[in-house]
């Protein structure tokens, strides 16, 4: 149900999400096409997004606790402080992402592409990383994979 996302331009998927900030909690996105999107601040905990299309959309600050993303196209998205703790991200594509200061604590990057992805300052805490790419990423101090 998509009753609150609007289109902002048709030629480039781009949508702006226009409702009550918590509104798409828990909501099947399964393969949502929301290439561009402005969804910073939205909450979106516990959504399933598996399969849907995120490549450069804005979820700065975005609430994506405990969210199914299982091979979502997440490619030169901006995540920064965005809370993904409990995340499943297995075999998502993430080239690119900018999860500059996100949370990803007991998230599940497993097989993820998270080639050239900016992750200072995340916070990687118990996240499962096993088969993940993490070639060019930009890791946060200290942590070791």
């Not at 226009?18 to 828990?26: S, W």
């Not at 959504?47 to 979502?72: E, P, Q, T």
């Not at 490619?75 to 297995?90: E, F, N, Q």
Request: proline share 2%; charged share 30%; hydrophobic share 45%.
């Amino acid at each position: 149900m998509t009753d609150n996302i609007t289109i902002k331009r048709w030629d480039t998927e781009a949508v702006i999400y226009d409702g009550p900030r918590n509104g798409l909690a828990g909501r099947n996105l399964r393969r949502a096409r929301l290439n561009g999107a402005d969804l910073r601040d939205v909450d979106l905990t516990s959504a399933d997004l598996i399969l849907a299309h995120m490549s450069d959309a804005d979820l700065s600050g975005a609430k994506l606790r405990d969210a199914v993303m299982i091979n979502a196209l997440i490619i030169g998205t901006v995540l920064r402080d965005a809370d993904l703790s409990g995340t499943y991200l297995i075999d998502a594509s993430m080239m690119g992402a900018d999860l500059r200061g996100a949370k990803l604590i007991r998230a599940d990057l497993r097989s993820a592409n998270l080639i050239d992805a900016d992750l200072r300052g995340a916070d990687l805490s118990r996240t499962r990383m096993d088969g993940a790419n993490l070639r060019g990423a930009i890791l946060p101090e200290g942590f070791a994979p």
